[in-house]
């Protein structure tokens, strides 16, 4: 019989060690109803209300006691590296505008691979490499709304 959990605590709320673990890759973490296989081979079934966005370190609390912790899985990135702030701006204005997930930090932009995409900053200028990392990119301004954005670009 699967754990169930119906409520999200932020990390830090519980001082208890988890029951067990939950790895997620960030496309895994946006999520209201599913069935999950946590690190040591149980399961929990999560029903919330509404889609969330789990973040690295929340804990599902469980329904009868206890929690899990969520941890961000490691994923296969491009690390991007701009000449300057300036160089920055106009990467993630082309990113943005193929509306690709992005993490941005300052000196660099992490992204999924992509071969095209990799090219494509080569050709701005850009530094670009490998790395295996958790991602955490940006959430955008409809992310959890639930509503298509609804326009096209003409290309």
């Not at 040591?40 to 999560?46: K, N, Q, S």
């Not at 999924?112 to 955490?136: N, Q, T, W, Y």
Request: proline letters at 5%; aromatic letters at 4%.
């Amino acid at each position: 019989m699967p754990y169930r959990s119906t409520r999200i605590d932020k990390s830090g709320s519980n001082d208890a060690p988890p029951i067990d673990i939950l790895i997620l890759k960030h496309d895994e973490r946006h999520i209201r109803r599913k069935l999950l296989h946590m690190q040591h081979g149980d399961v929990v079934m999560l029903d919330l209300k509404e889609p969330v966005m789990l973040e690295h370190g929340d804990l599902l609390a469980l329904e009868g006691g206890g929690h899990v912790e969520v941890i961000a899985a490691e994923e296969e990135l491009y690390e991007v590296t701009p000449r300057d702030l300036r160089h920055q701006i106009e990467l993630a204005w082309h990113l943005g505008n193929r509306h690709l997930h992005a993490q941005f930090e300052t000196g660099r932009i992490l992204i999924e691979r992509d071969h095209v995409i990799k090219a494509m900053l080569e050709g701005l200028g850009a530094s670009v490499r490998d790395v295996c990392e958790p991602f955490h990119p940006l959430h955008g301004a409809y992310h959890g709304h639930g509503h298509d954005h609804g326009h096209g670009h003409g290309h």
